[in-house]
């Protein structure tokens, strides 16, 4: 699985990680929350090895991600990124086969088996729906489920996603999360995403990772003794005292003490 | 329908080749072609200027027609940019300085002239590179400030050479090789281009699909397996050998690296793969029309530039202007 230690980047002379250090499960989804420019998406961009690294080692299944190439790397890690950027159209199928590049010869390209294959994947993430039309037309969710079959078709050991829920509608970001879990409970692949919402990290994470100023403020696993008190101290802790951490029904509920009286309801 | 617009293009391809080697100041017939191939016309002028001065002509047009074409659609891939040109590095203006410089310093010979603007063109190219890797940073967008300031610079080394030439005689013939034409075309010329447009050709056909891959962005492609410095590398080093080698034996022929591969994308879908080899077949088709024009409309032969721009800049106006009519306003 993934292991990072003393993983320490900095960005136009900012120390944006320093000393970062953990580990993922097989079959765990780790979830990393921490404030905007708390260093979220350069940690995923250092573990791939995107940002040089001032030190720190990165290590997959033991061998060190530096030393593998860049086929070996995509085998033992998929990426979703924040957002799809390609200049140019492509179905969502074809799209989702470029996951398979790792698996083929240096000049060879997705076939028909593949494209069989990521058809196949896109049906069972519920998004057959999907197939034959363009990813640049394509809602937001639509797409975010074309990367997750795409990273399903690039079967690789762990899987790390920035921000794949932020811009989706409520019912969708609960939906890409469930078939996210199935599929790294399936895999027993090691899971990484960033999430902005603390409540969303704590009904689908494993374990919580919560980045501040640079480092490791928290890192809480589902199973440790008192996990909810630990990750409301952890909220508090980077959102500020007036932060209200309440677990209800199993569910992280998130509250903020106003400054002044609630809008009060209309009498009758 | 897949199969439909193979067909089309070969058959495209196939009666713009006809054209060219039948159009000309001398006009053969298609009796004359059937004549000349069955042997009939052996030793007269009509089987001579048909297999040395036409057919190599055609061949030759052919060839750059795609090459140029080709290297539009890999650039426009690279840059993640449809209307990208092949110039973006700068290669036509060193192909330009280098060619200038043969004409000025070494009597302006044929092989001179095509060895030197091959080398200003790759040389550019390379410096480019350097200076994109020296400014450090966001790739894509230095190595298109990189093109900018080459460009530029191969720009003030034209117009301050041209300044120095003689006006009476060397002048007309750096503005003429600036337009482009293929009436120097020959058999000599193709041996001498083939053997860099094919090989190259070949490298990028096999590098195809990671090209596709590489449109999806450096980090992205990266992520799935792709060795993206060298095999970036790679396609922009044969892309510049590919408007190198057919600028060094045409001079300038603009627009057809542009507007072919954005063409073929608007008219026959986007698809990547299909789109490579498409590119190929249309800009050797459209540049063979160009050239069959540029020797057939006057009595003496108009640079092909003129064409190339003229039919490359009214065929996209038409296109966006049609194909704005059809869509739905949103």
């Not at chain 1, 390209?109 to 998004?127: H, S, T």
Request: charged share 20%.
């Amino acid at each position: 699985m993934l292991k990072v230690d003393h993983l320490t980047v900095r960005r136009g002379g900012r120390l944006v990680l320093d000393g970062v250090g953990f580990a993922l499960c097989p079959g765990e989804v780790t979830a990393v929350l921490g404030l905007n420019g708390a260093g979220k998406t350069t940690l995923l961009k250092a573990v791939l090895g995107f940002l040089p690294r001032e030190a720190g080692k990165v290590t997959a299944g033991g061998r060190d991600l530096d030393r593998l190439s860049p086929a070996d790397r995509a085998r033992k890690l998929a990426y979703v990124p924040q957002l799809y950027d390609g200049g140019f159209r492509y179905p969502a199928e074809e799209f989702v086969s470029m996951g398979a590049t790792a698996y083929l010869g240096a000049f060879s390209r997705p076939g028909r088996a593949e494209l069989r294959r990521a058809g196949e994947i896109l049906e069972e993430l519920g998004c057959g729906h999907l197939i034959g039309r363009p990813m640049d037309r394509l809602s937001g969710g639509e797409q975010r489920m074309a990367y997750l079959a795409r990273a399903v078709m690039q079967d690789a050991d762990c899987l790390l996603l920035d921000e794949p829920v932020s811009s989706l509608d409520f019912s969708r970001q609960h939906l890409f999360l469930e078939r996210l879990r199935r599929y790294v409970e399936r895999r027993r692949a090691g899971c990484l995403a960033t999430i902005h919402a603390p409540e969303l990290a704590y009904a689908y994470g494993d374990r919580v990772l919560i980045l501040h100023g640079g480092r490791v403020l928290l890192d809480a696993a589902r199973t440790d003794p008192d996990y909810e008190g630990r990750l409301a101290a952890g909220l508090e802790a980077i959102y500020g005292p007036r932060t209200r951490v309440r677990f209800r029904d199993g569910a992280l509920a998130l509250g903020w003490e106003r400054a002044g009286p609630a809008p009060r309801r209309r009498p009758g | 329908m897949r199969k439909r617009s193979w067909l089309g293009l070969a058959a495209l391809l196939a009666a713009s080749f006809l054209l060219s080697c039948l159009c000309g100041r001398y006009p053969l017939s298609p009796a004359d072609l059937w004549d000349i191939l069955s042997g009939r016309a052996a030793g007269t002028m009509r089987e001579n200027v048909f297999w040395n001065i036409r057919v190599a002509r055609t061949c030759v047009t052919a060839l750059c027609g795609g090459a140029l074409s080709l290297a539009g659609f890999v650039y426009q891939g690279l840059f993640r940019n449809p209307l990208v040109s092949p110039d973006v590095l700068g290669v036509s203006g060193g192909a330009s300085v280098g060619a200038i410089c043969a004409i000025l310093f070494w009597g302006g010979s044929v092989a001179a002239l095509q060895l030197f603007s091959f080398a200003g063109g790759v040389v550019t190219v390379a410096l480019s590179l350097l200076l994109a890797r020296a400014i450090g940073g966001n790739r894509y967008f230095n190595l298109i400030v990189s093109g900018i300031i080459l460009g530029a610079l191969a720009n003030a080394a034209i117009m301050a050479l041209k300044y120095m030439a003689d006006p009476a005689q060397q002048l007309a013939v750096i503005d003429y090789w600036l337009m482009g034409s293929f009436s120097l075309a020959s058999w000599d010329k193709l041996r001498a281009i083939a053997p860099l447009i094919l090989p190259a050709g070949a490298v990028l056909t096999l590098l195809r699909y990671r090209l596709k891959v590489l449109t999806l962005g450096d980090e992205e492609a990266a992520s799935l397996g792709v060795a993206v410095a060298p095999v970036r590398l790679a396609c922009i080093g044969c892309a510049t050998v590919l408007v190198a080698a057919s600028v060094s034996v045409s001079g300038i022929v603009s627009w057809v690296g542009l507007i072919v591969p954005h063409l073929v994308r608007a008219v026959l879908g986007d698809r990547f793969e299909a789109n490579f080899f498409q590119s190929i077949l249309c800009g050797a088709s459209l540049l063979l029309v160009a050239d069959t024009l540029a020797r057939s409309l006057l009595p003496s032969e108009i640079p092909i530039s003129i064409l190339t721009s003229f039919i490359g800049a009214a065929f996209l106006a038409a296109f966006l202007i049609h194909r704005k009519r059809g869509e739905r306003p949103c």
